[in-house]
């Protein structure tokens, strides 16, 4: 398909781990980012993966990238309430994908949830 | 101070109005963007920038025209606003090695 798929919601328990996941659609893209959205708030960059790593840690944050599937996840360990907000993940294409330099391509957000 | 500033951030205004959005940023980045963001649509890009002298059409450019009046401003104007151009807008820049994008907190805008 030609849009960043992710599922809209996921709730966890506070304490588990969430993973959030994403399909991309450029096999070549050279860049792979998770956004953070907090209520009432603009986007903030997570992290990001280069397309050459399978796995990239960052303290509770976990990203996996599987090139082959063009799949792409984010673990949060010991999920905490101030975890819950929209999480987006977005790629940035390769220019024989119609892409230009810097442009990103979003997901439509998965809302995280975490009760207490 | 925030890098990335959007004023208003809430307007709102009557069908066939014509309203700008104004984004400034003090990040020194040449690559500066407008998104706009619907419930369930995530954001799309609207119009970029890659500096003062270049302006693309992103995915949703039709009703909306851009103006970069310097490196560090990029406004947003709506001609004549139309109820279906409710939405929340962002401004972003980008100018690092990974081209992280850098969002500014947005403008609810409303057209009645």
């Known amino acids: 398909g030609e849009d960043v798929e992710q599922s809209l919601f996921l709730s966890v328990r506070e304490g588990d781990s969430s993973v959030i996941n994403c399909t991309y659609t450029d096999s070549s893209s050279t860049y792979l980012y998770w956004y953070k959205q907090e209520p009432g708030a603009g986007l903030q960059l997570l992290t990001y993966i280069f397309s050459n790593m399978d796995m990239k840690q960052d303290q509770r944050l976990t990203v996996l990238l599987n090139k082959k599937d063009k799949h792409l996840s984010l673990r949060i360990a010991d999920t905490q309430t101030g975890d819950s907000a929209i999480y987006f993940c977005a790629e940035r294409r390769s220019s024989s994908y119609g892409g230009s330099q810097g442009n990103l391509i979003f997901g439509k957000g998965t809302k995280l949830s975490v009760k207490p | ?112």
């Open chain 2, 1 to 112: 101070d925030a890098d990335v500033t959007q004023t208003p951030r809430n307007r709102i205004t009557k069908t066939g109005k014509r309203i700008m959005l104004e984004c400034s940023q003090t990040k020194g980045h040449d690559r500066m963007y407008w998104y706009r963001q619907d419930p369930g649509l995530g954001l799309r890009l609207i119009y970029y920038s890659f500096d003062v002298k270049d302006i693309n059409k992103g995915e949703i450019s039709d009703g909306y025209s851009v103006s970069r009046q310097a490196q560090a401003k990029f406004s947003l104007s709506l001609e004549s606003a139309i109820p279906n151009q409710t939405a929340l807008y962002f401004c972003a820049t980008s100018g690092d090695r990974v081209e992280t994008q850098y969002f500014g907190p947005g403008t609810r805008l409303l057209v009645l």
